[in-house]
T-cell receptor, first 109, second 117 residues
Framework: DAKTTQPTSMDCAEGRAANLPCNHS???????VYWYRQIHSQGPQYIIH???NNETNEMASLIITEDRKSSTLILPHATLRDTAVYYC??????????FGPGTRLSVLP | GAVVSQHPSWVICKSGTSVKIECRSL??????MFWYRQFPKQSLMLMAT?????????EQGVEKDKFLINHASLTLSTLTVTSAHPEDSSFYIC?????????????FGPGTRLTVL
């Protein structure tokens, strides 16, 4: 079973920041938070991952709370091409990735 | 970097035939690759873990004699669906494991859509 809970769906206006929350209250000290997204009929695309510090790359920012029980993926300027299902996954080194239902993000024009 | 390809991207076959799907890591070597299956409106489900040079590890409920996996090199894993039936129609996705920075990350291929008539 997935160790995370995410909202089923979210809408975001094009050009605005998309903030996708994820709860992982049972996360262990050695488990990382990963984010992937899946655009319709494609394989999942890696976005970002982190352990406890906030992370940023060319795609997104990952904000992890101090107690590590939740995190937020931020797409700073959402475009229509960011419409996808976003998966938040918690796992330790060498463990399987378990995909839950994710959050269906719709970026609206 | 970290690109994974799959071939074919889609295939239609008759019931009872076998279909082979290839998964390649293009710019890195992967000791471990994974095969997932995704039915419409559902999430990805892990089928098996493929280790280079050894037998694959199958998840519970996945028939190893039906879904043959070969990981002959550090950049290639193949999944063969033997004696395919309509219920095997699905979206098959592979991933390759890349270690670094204290952890490992899976990079996914674009998927192969299998339709069995």
């Amino acid at each position: 079973d997935a160790k995370t809970t995410q909202p089923t769906s979210m809408d975001c206006a094009e050009g605005r920041a998309a903030n996708l929350p994820c709860n992982h209250s049972t996360i262990s000290g050695n488990e990382y938070v990963y984010w992937y997204r899946q655009i319709h009929s494609q394989g999942p695309q890696y976005i970002i991952h982190g352990l406890k510090n906030n992370e940023t790359n060319e795609m997104a920012s990952l904000i992890i709370t101090e107690d590590r029980k939740s995190s937020t993926l931020i797409l700073p300027h959402a475009t229509l091409r960011d419409t996808a299902v976003y998966y938040c996954i918690v796992r330790g080194y060498g463990q399987n990735f378990v995909f839950g239902p994710g959050t269906r993000l719709s970026v609206l024009p | 970097g970290a690109v994974v390809s799959q071939h074919p991207s889609w295939v239609i076959c008759k019931s009872g035939t076998s279909v082979k799907i290839e998964c390649r890591s293009l710019d890195f070597q992967a000791t471990t690759m994974f095969w997932y299956r995704q039915f419409p409106k559902q999430s990805l489900m892990l089928m098996a873990t493929s280790n280079e040079g050894s037998k694959a590890t199958y998840e519970q409920g996945v028939e190893k004699d039906k879904f043959l996996i070969n990981h002959a090199s550090l950049t290639l894993s193949t999944l063969t669906v033997t004696s395919a039936h309509p219920e095997d129609s699905s979206f098959y996705i592979c991933s390759a494991d890349l270690a670094g920075g204290g952890t490992d990350t899976q990079y996914f291929g674009p998927g192969t859509r299998l339709t069995v008539l």
